[in-house]
């Protein structure tokens, strides 16, 4: 039985009709950029994230730059992320001018540890950006807490996010803006790259539309230096199409997770919190055999990954950023395996795997 870390074509086929479709009009009136089809996704995914704005950009990095260029956030300035997450939250942070500051994870759920949080705080301080690993949402209260005791901005990375909820709000209106990824592996992905932004803040969106148009808002008219980052017609159409199918994808992504759960008791896995609801964008679970056990559940076919293999102080591009030891960051990088999951596993397929990663485990 071969089964891939993710299925995207399976996907695609449930949908295909209308894909097609939404694709066929955005060919037929010719608008490619910011065509229709932006501000309608824009206001429906606004509308999903319990958020008042959306604005699409060109991919979830240049989300993190914008929404840290709109806040005045650039050089001089530092910005509070964890040190297990993928290389763009800090890249974000970079492009931006502004400089990462790195915290460690927690253990058992490996999100921002909100209370390392605190303790990285300097005069220079701007903003905290907490990042909603594998799809479930960071401790935003004790997050929130800090960040009105010290004054600063709240940036959701909610690349992996799409629908996770924390107290019943949902990832998206957690802060003062989040950045979303629509890459296509996301549980809510694009067929290509694209991102969004997300925030309640009236100004703060107008100012977001001026930067992702090279800073302008009639053609020619360019009133500051921005990016020419904007989500093109035709990746917002077929996103358009698949939000209508994300509560549906996510509920089937929980019940996968629930089986895993009951299948691999004590396998490692994030603890999920009673007082939020996860999405499961990657279903991990950990191992000090991390790799002998990927390399087998691969030759049995079964498509398994790491997520991921260095955390951002062991990466060359950021090394300097490893001032002292981040000891859960960099055990979660040693042992995390993930596991297939997406809306299209069936129970034999996720009951297959868990029997081979348990015969490998227990040899």
């Known amino acids: 039985m071969n089964i891939p870390l993710v299925d995207l074509q399976s996907q695609y086929l449930s949908i295909k009709s209308e894909v097609a479709l939404a694709i066929q009009n955005v060919l037929d009136h010719g608008m490619y950029i910011l065509g229709p089809e932006v501000s309608a996704f824009e206001s429906a995914f606004a509308s999903f994230c319990h958020s008042k704005h959306c604005v699409g950009v060109a991919s979830g990095t240049d989300a993190i730059h914008l929404i840290l260029r709109a806040l005045e956030i650039g050089p001089g300035d530092e910005v509070i992320l964890p040190a297990f997450t993928f290389v763009a939250t800090a890249l974000g942070v970079t492009q931006a001018g502004a400089t990462p500051v790195l915290v460690d994870v927690r253990r058992d759920d490996a999100l921002i540890d909100p209370e390392a949080i605190e303790a990285a705080i300097t005069p220079r301080t701007r903003a905290i950006m907490p990042v909603h690993l594998y799809g479930r949402c960071c401790d935003m209260d004790a997050i929130s807490a800090i960040a009105n005791r010290h004054g600063l901005k709240i940036v959701e990375d909610a690349a992996q996010a799409h629908g996770a909820e924390f107290h019943g709000k949902r990832a998206g209106s957690l802060g003062n803006a989040a950045a979303f ?51 093109d017609t035709i990746q917002a159409a077929i996103l358009a199409v698949k939000l209508q199918y994300l509560d549906q994808w996510n509920a089937a992504r929980r019940r996968w997770a629930a089986l895993y759960g ?24 950990r191992s000090k055999a991390r790799d002998a056990e990927l390399k087998a559940l691969q030759a049995a076919g079964i498509g398994a990954g790491i ?57």
Do not use: C
Not at 262 to 285: C, K, M, N, S, T
């Open 307 to 363: 997520h991921y293999p260095f955390p951002v102080h062991r990466l060359k591009a950021y090394n300097e950023l490893a001032v002292k030891p981040f000891p859960e960051s960099d055990a979660w990088a040693a042992e995390e395996l993930s596991l297939p999951m997406y809306a299209e596993l069936t129970e034999e397929q996720v009951r297959h795997i868990a029997a081979r990663l348990i015969a490998i485990r227990t040899g």
């Open 181 to 231: 990824s629509f890459y296509p592996g996301k549980n809510l992905g694009a067929y290509g790259d694209g991102g969004a932004i997300t925030t309640s803040d009236d100004a703060l969106a107008e100012r977001l539309k001026l930067l992702r148009n090279w800073g302008s808002r009639i053609k020619y008219h360019h009133e500051e230096p921005g990016l020419n980052s904007r989500l």
């Open 262 to 285: 009951e299948l691999l008791p004590g396998f490692g896995q994030p603890v999920d919190h009673a007082d939020r609801e996860p999405i499961y964008h990657i279903y991990a679970v």
